[in-house]
């Protein structure tokens, strides 16, 4: 099955620090994941703006599947409007020719949250690492073709175990937080952050133990597709005091200038910066 992509790469859009990095297979070229007990691998050729998407394993309708991977790589976002409205700058502009095709991706909202927690003073590799043994550890395991995969692990699986089990996936501290985060979400919490407002649910997420403010940003923007959301780490802080405010602006400044200058797309703008710094 094909599907059309235009002002879409696959590559970078994956190779991003979002959560199909943490959760998916992938290579040049190509990504596959776990979808309704079937292996999606979805492919695309340098240069052309159509994606081919295969499915191993139980039989999915090719409309519903198409959408799926339509929603996750936000594929109908209106790209050069978004260009458009966040390239305000020559540094800005830069990074959008020198990243063409590069979205933001629609997740899971628990994955995303999940994978966030991991990601606590973390590198992208071991968060990788943490994620894919909890997958391994505590996700389903499925056979599909023949070899064995794992579903992303529950709520409910993670709390059915304890932080030393968490512990042996590579997470340290942060089993603790995952632990808390699980229970929240277990209860249908975070199906009612949808109707919320951006502040309301950036409130409730916080109150987790061991949810700061980036990354319930984080969890809104590539969880709920909420793209005013401004995350802010070590790295987005260092490319923002170079580039737009100086190197003394504190993070409530950062945030009110992305606000003011990206608006309802501060999310793209801060992909764009974070990919511009990534090792």
């Keep these: 099955m094909f599907i059309r992509a235009p002002d ?9 620090g979002q959560p199909p990095q943490f959760t998916m297979d992938y290579g040049p070229g190509w990504a596959s994941f776990v979808y309704e007990n079937s292996l999606v691998t979805v ?105 064995d995969y794992n579903k992303f692990p529950t709520p409910e699986r993670i709390t059915a175990g304890c932080c030393k089990d968490l512990k042996k996936c590579k997470i340290g501290f942060r ?34 133990k061991g949810v700061g403010e980036k990354i319930a940003d984080c969890v809104l923007l590539f969880g709920y597709g909420r793209l005013e959301a401004f995350p802010i780490d070590t790295w987005i802080r260092k490319v923002m005091r170079e580039y737009y405010l100086g190197s003394h602006a504190k993070d409530d400044e950062i945030r009110m200038f992305a606000e003011g200058r990206w608006g309802d797309y501060a999310g793209y703008a801060q992909q764009y910066l974070y990919r511009s710094i990534m090792k």
Excluded at 8 to 14: A, E, I, K, P, Y
Excluded at 86 to 107: S, Y
Excluded at 179 to 184: D, G, L, T
Aim: a negative charge; hydrophobic letters at 40%; charged letters at 30%.
């Design 8 to 16: 879409f790469n696959l590559d970078l859009t994956v190779f991003s």
């Design 175 to 208: 089993a603790e937080y995952l632990m808390n985060a699980a229970e929240f979400a277990q209860g249908g919490a975070m199906a009612e952050l949808h109707a919320m407002s951006y502040e309301e649910a950036h409130s409730v997420l916080t109150e987790i």
């Design 43 to 147: 492919k695309q050729k340098a240069g052309e703006d159509e994606l081919e998407i295969e499915a191993k394993g139980k039989k999915i309708d090719e409309g519903k599947l198409s959408e799926h991977v339509s929603l996750l790589f936000r594929l109908d976002d209106d790209m050069p409007y978004i260009r458009k409205r966040i390239g305000t700058d020559a540094h800005m502009k830069k990074l959008l020719v020198e990243f063409p095709g590069m979205r933001l991706t629609l997740n899971d909202p628990w994955e995303t949250l999940a994978c966030f927690v991991c990601s606590q003073n973390n590198s992208r590799r071991n968060i990788r690492n943490s994620v894919q043994l909890l997958m391994r550890n505590f996700g389903e395991k499925i056979k599909i073709a023949g070899r």
